[in-house]
């Protein structure tokens, strides 16, 4: 089946510097999600990405979706304590629209 | 964008027994998704749930061990039936929403 490779799985950095992770799939997606995760809460979106190309902004964090439509990166500047929290990546599914997630990437702020 | 209600946001059931789980949403959306996440893990897809139709389970899940009802357009539950210890896990529905897909809070559950 379909499966999404995320890397890192955790990324220890200090408060200020910027972070990057990437996600890449053998299958093409339509539509590339990232979203972040919190202790006892479900994933929440932070960007979406629907076009092969597509540069988006969300504050500080920017997503792109490959030209490929098999990879996506996010990038999160100017790092600080409540970004904290596992990142995951998603891509909707050709046939039904369900959505296929990456393994995470774990994310610690030193302050 | 939409707002998702799950409860119970957790438990602690017996082995044997059945826990259903329930998920509001405040739209009307035609597409709902169940998931688990176990410990540390990401999230792996149960089924999908449609209102009219009946629910479409991914591999490795079946309808006796997680059936899924979906009665009008905000609403679905899942239960999880005949629990075991290995059933310990998050559980969270989802919603395909204007704005993508939203998720609930996720139910913990354990089995003892």
């Known amino acids: 089946g379909q499966q999404l490779n995320q890397s890192p799985q955790s990324m220890f950095i200090q408060e200020g510097e910027d972070v990057s992770m990437n996600c890449t799939s053998s299958?093409?997606?339509?539509?590339w999600l990232w979203y972040k995760q919190e202790p006892g809460e479900g994933p929440v979106l932070l960007i979406a990405?629907?076009?092969?190309?597509e540069l988006t902004s969300n504050g500080r964090l920017t997503a792109q979706f490959g030209i490929t439509r098999k990879d996506s990166f996010l990038n999160i500047s100017a790092s600080i304590p409540s970004d904290v929290g596992i990142y995951f990546c998603?891509?909707?599914?050709?046939?039904?629209?369900?959505?296929?997630f990456g393994q995470g990437t774990e994310l610690s702020v030193k302050p | 964008s939409a707002v998702i209600s799950q409860k119970p946001s957790r438990d602690i059931c017996q082995r044997g027994t059945s826990l259903t789980i329930q998920c509001q949403v405040d739209s009307q959306v035609t597409m709902m998704f169940w998931y688990r996440q176990q410990p540390g893990q990401s999230l792996t897809l149960i089924a999908t749930a449609n209102q009219g139709s009946e629910a479409t389970y991914e591999s490795g899940f079946v309808i006796d061990k997680f059936p899924i009802s979906r009665p009008n357009l905000t609403f679905s539950t899942l239960t999880v039936s005949n629990m075991s210890p290995e059933d310990s896990s998050i559980y969270l529905c989802?919603?395909?929403?204007?704005?993508?897909?939203?998720f609930g809070s996720g139910t913990r559950l354990t089995v003892v």
């Open positions: 990405l629907y076009k092969a190309g």
């Open positions: 989802s919603a395909r929403t204007e704005g993508g897909y939203t």
């Open positions: 998603a891509g909707q599914d050709n046939q039904g629209g369900k959505l296929i």
């Open positions: 299958s093409i997606f339509n539509t």
